[in-house]
């Protein structure tokens, strides 16, 4: 039986643990923290993502904890719609529509499906020799047919295979995340941009509402409260906002600067090792496809890892860099404070909203049309 070891428990090193027992391989997947805490936070799962999870055999399950809203579409900063669609739209079109659920929910999905003695917490990785699959950990070193290098935005695995590369760059912007007490406010499911700033909202379940931020910022800015922040930033946007950061406990708010992987790897794999999810291909969440895009790595990569890895290259390098630039293009859009390039931004997109309704769906139908390759994972 092939082995495999996977570096990290997030979202990417989770699902590539799933793919890859479902097809037959032993897997160990290595995480230094004591325990998985999660961010707490929501987490959008697009259609693209649901097909992977389907072929984890997780995504029914997936869409019995989520919540499927309403309408879905951007306002402006006094609440004016600009651009809508619908999941009844979006799930003809692709099949499925976007779910939202706690990061936390998803993870524990993903860890139940791993089976017993799979994770290892409190395993700390000190080095990688891709060659010849071997990984270093305090305890002494484990050889593997296959490592994956799932341990993040700042990849030590990623810094071994790639020393050259400059690594992740700031996109300009902090975000804020948290939950909420809906506390029986309306939540129409949207995102609202400003002048340089966006606010996003999701229901989901347990009564809690999933709140998010941008905003442009000096890299590495300290706030002494967060909520204050948030309300000092956004407190003047139209309902439900100012009464969600009102509502909201500043210990549940988390802020981070984004960064993202603005030049693409020159290859996601080396010797015997393959990179997924943030360590592969980091980006800004404008498209929310970051963890959607690292449970198609799973997927793919489970698919082709008996063979030559430069097929994973293959498969997703150019398509996981062209959804990077896209992203961060979107997350420019957002960053305008000019006046006149605000109005003529809002006036753009409500003039092609009315010319052609389902535009918003349109534009993301190469990324959202994903399909797992044929029997990607196989039921065991």
């Known amino acids: ?14 699902a590539s643990g799933v793919a890859l027992r479902r097809k037959g391989w032993e897997v160990s997947v ?22 992977a999870l389907d072929t984890l055999g997780v995504g029914d399950r997936v869409r019995e904890l989520s919540v499927v809203e309403g309408p879905l579409g951007l306002r402006r900063a006094d609440g004016r719609w600009l651009t ?37 917490l409190d395993t700390t990785v000190t080095g990688v020799d891709a060659g010849r699959g071997i990984v270093r950990t ?33 996109a300009g912007v902090t ?14 499911r949207s995102e609202s941009w400003g002048s340089g700033q966006v606010f996003g909202i999701h229901q989901l379940t347990d009564d809690l509402v999933y709140v998010y931020a941008t905003d442009l910022s000096p890299a590495g800015a300290v706030h002494e409260d967060e909520r204050e922040e948030l309300l000092r930033r956004f407190g003047g946007w139209h ?17 981070n600067d984004v960064h993202y992987l603005k030049t693409p790897l020159p290859a996601f794999h080396s010797g015997r090792v393959a990179l997924v999810g943030d360590a592969a291909h980091a980006m800004t969440p ?34 996981t860099s062209g959804i990077v630039r896209r ?8 960053m305008l404070r000019n006046p006149l390039a605000v109005r003529l931004r809002n006036l753009g997109m409500t003039v092609a909203n009315r010319l052609s309704p389902d535009l918003m769906l349109r534009s993301m139908d190469d990324v959202l049309s994903w399909r797992p390759p044929v029997e990607a994972v196989t039921d065991r």
């Open 175 to 188: 975000a804020w995340r948290g939950l909420v007490p809906r506390n029986g406010l309306t939540i129409p």
């Open 239 to 255: 309902e439900p906002i100012p009464a969600l950061l009102r509502a909201a406990d500043p210990a549940r708010i988390i802020r």
């Open 327 to 334: 992203s961060m293009t979107l997350c420019r859009m957002t």
């Open 138 to 170: 305090a305890a002494g070193e484990i050889e593997a047919d296959l490592v994956v290098g799932a341990d993040g935005i700042h990849s030590a695995t990623r810094r071994t295979l790639f020393p050259g590369h400059p690594g992740p760059a700031y």
């Open 84 to 120: 809508r669609t619908t999941d009844d739209n979006a799930d003809a079109r692709y099949g499925d529509s976007v779910v939202v659920l706690l990061r936390a929910t998803l993870m524990d999905v993903l860890a139940d499906a791993l089976g017993p003695g799979v994770l290892r």
């Open 30 to 51: 290595l995480e230094r923290a004591a325990a998985i805490e999660p961010v707490g936070s929501g987490l959008a799962v697009a259609a693209n993502a649901l097909k």
């Open 286 to 319: 404008n498209l929310g496809q970051g963890a959607c895009q690292a449970l198609e790595d799973a997927v793919v990569l489970a698919h082709v890892a008996d063979g030559d890895l430069a097929a994973y290259t293959a498969a997703r390098l150019e398509r």
């Open 1 to 14: 039986m092939s082995k495999a070891v996977v570096i990290g428990g997030g979202i990417g090193g989770l």
